[in-house]
């Protein structure tokens, strides 16, 4: 295998580096998918919702406050924040935790367009070593040199190309699922803000009432 690699030209050198930079990328990734999909707790959101419905806004911060859900942590920013402008504070906060989403999504997307461009330099590369020993025109002895030239090129594009099979499939996946985790976080932020709409009117209608008698 090593031998395998070396035939493919100077050019496998950044190929390596890219690939393990991918597949650092990938591992990383996929650690914190793990994570997050642990912490998901949908009944949880229900009942911070249940104890907003009630006034209980403290109690509802408290439980979200100890968990790690995303959505918990954005609905908790807004419930912090529900006397004022909860869903700016919101939406600041939704935008923190999706980026954790997009993180090293930017790694994949470069070594899908990256990866087959150094395979075409190292194609590049291997054909112009061949031609120059055809050029010479002493190709007598040195057929092994001319289809080395050839070898270094499809290894070079084919290693290029690997890399970038094994990046495109994943960053779609993640992509994928961090815009169904952003519409998720919308979803609740949204439905969260009609019952503090609704809860808020109430009590300040108690209040009046309270304050009539």
């Known amino acids: 295998m090593i031998e395998f690699f070396f035939k493919g030209g100077p050019v496998m050198w950044p190929i390596l580096i890219l690939g393990l930079v991918t597949l650092a990328a990938l591992l990383e990734r996929v650690f914190f998918y793990l994570a997050e999909q642990s912490v998901r707790n949908p009944k949880l959101i229900q009942k911070i919702f249940e104890l907003t419905e009630k006034g209980k806004y403290e109690e509802a911060i408290a439980i979200g406050?100890?968990?790690?859900?995303?959505?918990?942590?954005?609905?908790?920013?807004?419930?912090r924040?529900?006397?004022?402008?909860?869903?700016?504070?919101?939406?600041?906060?939704?935008?923190?935790q999706?980026?954790?989403?997009?993180?090293g999504l930017v790694i994949l997307d470069t070594?899908?367009?990256?990866g087959p461009l150094?395979?075409?330099?190292?194609?590049?590369?291997?054909?112009m070593h061949a031609f120059s020993i055809v050029g010479t025109g002493e190709i007598a002895g040195k057929q092994a040199a001319i289809t080395g030239g050839v070898a270094?090129?499809?290894?070079?594009?084919?290693?290029?190309l690997a890399i970038a099979i094994i990046a495109i499939i994943p960053l779609n996946f993640f992509n994928a699922r961090t815009e169904k985790v952003r519409r998720e976080i919308e979803g609740y932020c949204t439905r969260l803000e009609m019952i503090l709409k609704k809860s808020l009117k109430v009590n300040?209608?108690?209040?009046?009432?309270?304050?009539?008698?």
């Not at 406050?65 to 419930?79: C, D, I, N, R, T």
């Not at 270094?152 to 290029?160: P, T």
Request: hydrophobic share 45%; glycine share 8%.
């Open 81 to 96: 924040h529900r006397n004022s402008m909860p869903v700016d504070a919101m939406i600041e906060a939704a935008s923190a």
């Open 152 to 160: 270094e090129s499809l290894i070079a594009v084919s290693f290029g």
């Open 98 to 103: 999706i980026e954790k989403y997009s993180r």
């Open 65 to 79: 406050e100890k968990s790690k859900y995303v959505v918990a942590q954005v609905l908790v920013e807004g419930l």
């Open 204 to 213: 300040n209608q108690r209040l009046d009432m309270e304050m009539v008698r």
């Open 118 to 127: 150094l395979g075409l330099l190292g194609t590049v590369t291997g054909m």
């Open 111 to 114: 070594a899908v367009t990256l």
